[in-house]
């Protein structure tokens, strides 16, 4: 994918459709080479995701965009429960289904091809959900957020990992120089060409995603879904945001 005025308008107009074909060149080395571009934070910043749920020793939980199953992997070792990955790009599930069947985790764990916007599960469905980079691939954030606390358990966990701008004037200028210059030439430099389109990419969509909505924004959203106990956790100097919180009983 060239990223120009065209696919901007796309990614403006059909996030689904765009995040689709952007992500479709990176599943086999998706979970290394994040790894790897955000120096270790990108784990660092899963494993916080998933203490979050973990506390109400969930049995059923749903992995929301999970892409090559990364999380997935770490609920299984953090829970005894089953876990049900949900993302809308067909190239990612194929990755995960080899990454659960290397993991062995085949009885464990169910892959589901949907939309967030759109589940295909009864309410109050589940005791946690997780969702991973999500809210910049949707039309509408709220509304992805009420469909999210639809499918939980009164009472259950919900947690989410997202990238974030550093709030500090020289951290986010530091910031700006990795993600706009360094992170597509690494990207290239270890993942080829599909690598170097989603590092442009990336940081230009995390800034307009928060000049339209904010932490601040996102947090009340969540309460307005009816997710109670908010918490937001900054990481990496600002770099990534882990929020949480429990379904209203």
């Known amino acids: 994918m060239k990223i120009t005025h065209r696919t901007i308008r796309t990614y403006r107009e059909a996030p689904n459709e765009f995040s689709q074909e952007l992500f479709s060149g990176l599943p086999t080395r998706y979970n290394t080479l994040a790894e790897v571009l955000s120096f270790g934070q990108d784990l660092r910043w899963r494993s916080a995701m998933v203490d979050r749920v973990v506390g109400v020793e969930p049995q059923l939980i749903l992995d929301v965009a999970c892409g090559p199953c990364a999380v997935t992997k770490k609920l299984a070792k953090s829970t005894p429960g089953r876990i ?44 946690a959900v997780t969702f991973t980079y999500l809210l910049r691939y949707v039309n509408d954030p709220a509304e992805t957020l009420r469909e999210i606390a639809r499918v939980v358990k009164p009472g259950g966990a919900v947690a989410s990992l997202e990238f974030a701008v550093p709030e500090r004037v020289g951290w986010r200028l530091a910031w700006w120089f990795y993600t706009r210059a360094v992170l597509p030439v690494g990207g290239y430099l270890t993942g080829g060409k599909a690598w170097w389109t989603a590092g442009r990419f990336l940081g230009p969509s995390i800034s307009r995603h928060y000049r339209l909505y904010s932490i601040a924004w996102t947090r009340d959203a969540w309460r307005r879904a009816g997710i109670d106990h908010v918490e937001v956790k900054r990481m990496s100097l600002g770099g990534g945001v882990v929020i949480s919180g429990y379904r209203r009983l």
């Open 84 to 127: 049900v990955s949900l993302d809308l790009s067909g190239d990612m599930l194929r990755e995960g289904q080899r990454v659960v069947q290397r993991a062995s985790l085949n009885e464990r764990v169910s892959l589901v091809r949907a939309r967030a916007e759109q589940m295909p599960f009864p309410d109050a469905t589940f005791d």
